[in-house]
C-alpha cells in the first residue's frame, strides 16, 4: 500500500528563518508522481509543485525550493526567507495511477506558523 | 479561467438526514475526486469520477456515493448521516488520461464544504 509520512505536526519560526518541511513516501509502484499542496485557513488546497518518478531534478521556484531524492524515498520542501504569509498548513501526496485513475494519498500535514 | 466551485459552502445537518454536495471543475476538466478531511484521518480519498463512470473509490462505507453529469458536474451524496461525517470535502478536478492510459495529472481543488452533523 502507499503511504505518506510528514513526522513534523507543527513547525513554528520567525520570519526571514529559513525551514524545511520533511516528506517520506512508500510505494511499490516504480512509475508515480509525488506533489506538495498547501492549505491556507481558508480551507481551499493550493497546487504547488508535481514531479514524477523518473525526474530526479531538484527544483527551485522563487522562495520554494524542493530535494527529491528516490534512494531515501524523501521529497523535502524548503522554503527561504519565510512569510508571515507562508504560515498554512503543508501536505505531501503521492499518486495511486492505477489504470488512469486519479488518486492521492496524503500525508497528515505539517502546520506551519511564521511569527512576525 | 474559473477554477472549481462547490456548493454549498457551509451545511448542517442532523443525525439520520441525507446531504447533496455539488462540485464544478475547470473548464475542460474530465475527471473530478473527492476527498474527506477530518482532523482525526486527514485527507482520505472518497472516490474519482471520469466521464460520467466512477474509476476508483476509496474505503468509505456504501452511504456515501456520487455521480458525474455530462458536463463533467459532480455531486456526492451521503445518506444516514453520522456524527463522525462532520468534515470538510474538497473536490479536485484535473485532465485526466482515459483509462489504461499512462500519467498522473495535476489535481485542482475548490474550497470545500463545511458539513457539520449535530
Known amino acids: 500500500a502507499q503511504k505518506v509520512t510528514q513526522a513534523q505536526t507543527e513547525i513554528s519560526v520567525v520570519e526571514k528563518e529559513d525551514v524545511t518541511l520533511d516528506c517520506v513516501y512508500e510505494?511499490?509502484?516504480?512509475?508515480?508522481?509525488l506533489f506538495w499542496y498547501k492549505q491556507p485557513p481558508s480551507g481551499e488546497l493550493v497546487f504547488l509543485i508535481r514531479r514524477n518518478s523518473f525526474d530526479e531534478q531538484n527544483e527551485i521556484s522563487g522562495r520554494y525550493s524542493w530535494n527529491f531524492q528516490k534512494s531515501t524515498s524523501s521529497f523535502n520542501f524548503t522554503i527561504t526567507a519565510s512569510q508571515v504569509v507562508d504560515s498554512a498548513v503543508y501536505f505531501c501526496a503521492l499518486s495511486d495511477n492505477y489504470q488512469g485513475a486519479q488518486k492521492l494519498v496524503f500525508g497528515q500535514g505539517t502546520r506551519l506558523t511564521i511569527n512576525p | 479561467k474559473a477554477g472549481v466551485t462547490q456548493t454549498p459552502r457551509y451545511l448542517i445537518k442532523t443525525r439520520g438526514q441525507q446531504v447533496t454536495l455539488s462540485c464544478s471543475p475547470i473548464?475542460?476538466?474530465?475527471?473530478v475526486s473527492w476527498y474527506q478531511q477530518t482532523p482525526g484521518q486527514g485527507l482520505q480519498f472518497l472516490f474519482e469520477?471520469?466521464?460520467?463512470?466512477?474509476?476508483n473509490k476509496g474505503n468509505f462505507p456504501g452511504r456515501f456515493s456520487g455521480r458525474q453529469f455530462s458536463n463533467s458536474r459532480s455531486e456526492m451524496n451521503v445518506s444516514t448521516l453520522e456524527l463522525g461525517d462532520s468534515a470538510l470535502y474538497l473536490c479536485a478536478s484535473s485532465l485526466a488520461f482515459s483509462s489504461g492510459s499512462w500519467g498522473t495529472q495535476t489535481q485542482y481543488f475548490g474550497p470545500g464544504t463545511r458539513l457539520l452533523v449535530l
Open positions: 510505494t511499490r509502484d516504480t512509475t508515480y508522481y
Open positions: 473548464s475542460g476538466h474530465r475527471s
Open positions: 469520477y471520469f466521464s460520467e463512470t466512477q474509476r
